[in-house]
């Protein structure tokens, strides 16, 4: 829980040494980021610390740090919808956090770093497009231009849900990603990987952890299978050592058993974009 940010949220120098662990150990780093100008230095040191775990070299960490400031600098345009204790003044629910893992992409590993805030749209009402130039004398609006670039374009943006927090509210990942090379990749993906019935449960509760209820989880041991049916329109299955899903779209996607962070991280934004699309819909009757 988020509980009081105020007197809680740890220093920088506190904070740097937990990704390194995490992120190495194949997990989730997760970090509430301060309301004020401060986010951009935490981000910056949180993602180095990551980069060291993850062995990233030193131009591509610098990089890297670089790109996670510029997302936390921006998530000062998104606090509207920060939900506070009313008798403290704090924040519980809806503060801006960054989040940090390892995942397989295209058969190598990349570190991903991810900036979440509690508004699913934009300042603007328009998702970020970085082939439109800011004008020359905005104050504003360049920072997706310069992770759009550093990344060379490996970024995105997608709905989701929070990690953090009193309750796990809705929201938005701004996200890039850096290449880890080949000589610095982690073993960890290369361990066995879990039966169905075990990465089932697994994702069960990476899902149930962000405040997504209601799951109704079949095993079938003897045919090596698991499914979970998340919501109408969304059934995942565990078999063959691959999660599969289909998303609203109707693309299916897939992710193996060694990849559950990643996995349940796409499966979340799947169901928020159902419920996103529910919502509408029933406002449109």
């Keep these: 829980m988020l509980g009081s940010l105020a007197a809680d949220t740890p220093h920088v120098t506190d904070a740097v040494h937990a990704p390194a662990v995490t992120v190495s150990g194949g ?58 204790d009313g008798a403290r003044g704090c924040p519980v629910a809806g503060a801006p956090e960054i989040w940090l893992y390892l995942r397989r992409a295209g058969g190598e590993q990349e570190l991903v770093c991810k900036v979440f805030d509690a508004l699913p749209g934009w300042k603007d009402g328009r998702h970020p497009d970085p082939s439109v130039e800011a004008p020359l004398d905005a104050v504003s609006g360049r920072g997706l231009h310069v992770v759009d670039g550093l990344s060379r374009g490996r970024w995105g943006h997608h709905l989701t849900r929070a990690r953090l927090g009193g309750w796990k509210v809705a929201g938005k990942a701004v996200w890039f990603a850096l290449p880890v090379p080949p000589s610095n990749a982690l073993d960890r993906f290369r361990r066995p990987p879990p039966g169905s019935c075990q990465a089932a449960g697994v994702l069960e509760q990476m899902l149930c952890d962000r405040g997504i209820e209601h799951i109704v989880r079949a095993d079938a041991p003897a045919s090596g299978m698991s499914v979970l049916s998340i919501r109408r329109g969304l059934t995942v299955w565990c078999r063959s050592r691959v999660v599969s899903w289909t998303t609203r779209s109707g693309h299916r996607e897939c992710r193996a058993f060694s990849d559950l962070v990643d996995a349940a991280e796409k499966i979340v934004c799947a169901h928020e974009e159902l419920a996103s699309a529910e919502t509408t819909g029933a406002s449109q009757r």
Excluded at 47 to 53: D, H, I, L, N, V
Excluded at 54 to 64: I, Q, R, S, T, V
């Design 27 to 84: 997990g989730c780093s997760a970090s509430v980021l301060p309301l004020d100008a401060s986010c951009a230095a935490m981000a910056r040191n949180l993602f180095r610390a990551a980069a060291g775990g993850a062995g990233l070299p030193a131009e591509l960490a610098y990089d890297g740090a670089t790109m996670a400031s510029e997302l936390a600098a921006n998530s000062r345009h998104a606090q509207a919808a920060i939900q506070f």
